[in-house]
T-cell receptor
Framework: EAQVTQNPRYLITVTGKKLTVTCSQNMNHEYMSWYRQDPGLGLRQIYYSMNVEVTDKGDVPEGYKVSRKEKRNFPLILESPSPNQTSLYFC???????????????FGDGTRLSIL | AQSVTQLDSHVSVSEGTPVLLRCNYS??????LFWYVQHPNKGLQLLLKYTSAATLVKGINGFEAEFKKSETSFHLTKPSAHMSDAAEYFCVVTVSSNTGKLIFGQGTTLQVKP
């Protein structure tokens, strides 16, 4: 089954304790992206990656890091989490075939982070 | 600059009645537009997309949307609501064909009453 898998689904942690949210897709997609969802703000892009070893900032990259060493994986790293990073996070992927903008993105089920 | 406005944050309908979720967009070039649905505790699922082909787009689960350039609208409709349609709906526009960047509306929560 084609899917985007995020782990963990839920995490409660404390300020300053480094954490990583993993994202893996099995569709051989070139493009992957991270979003955060906050009430009343819709989804906002954190980082994206056009292909292996190619990453770029989205709209709200502060406090986050990513890496793309393999095509299927795109982990999101919070080096020193703070309470304002409490949010619902989504990973997404899509193919670069044709015009990238025409390709729908496939989303994971989300990771709910609470930073105390 | 590209932007998306969903005109209703909350819509309530009775089961079996029509659904209309409104979306206006702003784009400096010919946009790609999408509607996604989000059920509780789940990720976003694509309902339908417009990519400059037919202006009336049919999606899954009986949903449709019509692209109206003159009105810069992309409203989502369904003739008859089902209880399982209760969810949050997002209208999305592509900012760039080169980066895949998306702009999301703020979402519309659809409530379906028995």
């Amino acid at each position: 089954e084609a899917q985007v898998t995020q782990n963990p689904r839920y995490l409660i942690t404390v300020t300053g304790k480094k954490l990583t949210v993993t994202c893996s897709q099995n569709m051989n997609h070139e493009y992957m992206s991270w979003y955060r969802q906050d009430p009343g703000l819709g989804l906002r892009q954190i980082y994206y990656s056009m292909n292996v070893e190619v990453t770029d900032k989205g709209d709200v990259p502060e406090g986050y890091k990513v890496s793309r060493k393999e095509k299927r994986n795109f982990p999101l790293i919070l080096e020193s989490p703070s309470p304002n990073q409490t949010s619902l996070y989504f990973c997404a992927s899509s193919s670069n075939l044709d015009r990238l903008g025409n390709q729908p993105q496939h989303f994971g089920d989300g990771t709910r982070l609470s930073i105390l | 600059a590209q932007s998306v406005t969903q005109l209703d944050s909350h819509v309530s309908v009775s089961e079996g009645t029509p659904v209309l979720l409104r979306c206006n967009y702003s784009s400096s070039y010919s946009p790609s537009l999408f509607w996604y649905v989000q059920h509780p505790n789940k990720g976003l699922q694509l309902l339908l997309k417009y990519t400059s082909a037919a202006t009336l787009v049919k999606g899954i689960n009986g949903f449709e949307a019509e692209f109206k350039k003159s009105e810069t609208s992309f409203h989502l409709t369904k003739p008859s609501a089902h209880m399982s349609d209760a969810a949050e709906y997002f209208c999305v526009v592509t900012v760039s064909s080169n980066t895949g960047k998306l702009i999301f509306g703020q979402g519309t929560t659809l409530q379906v009453k028995p």
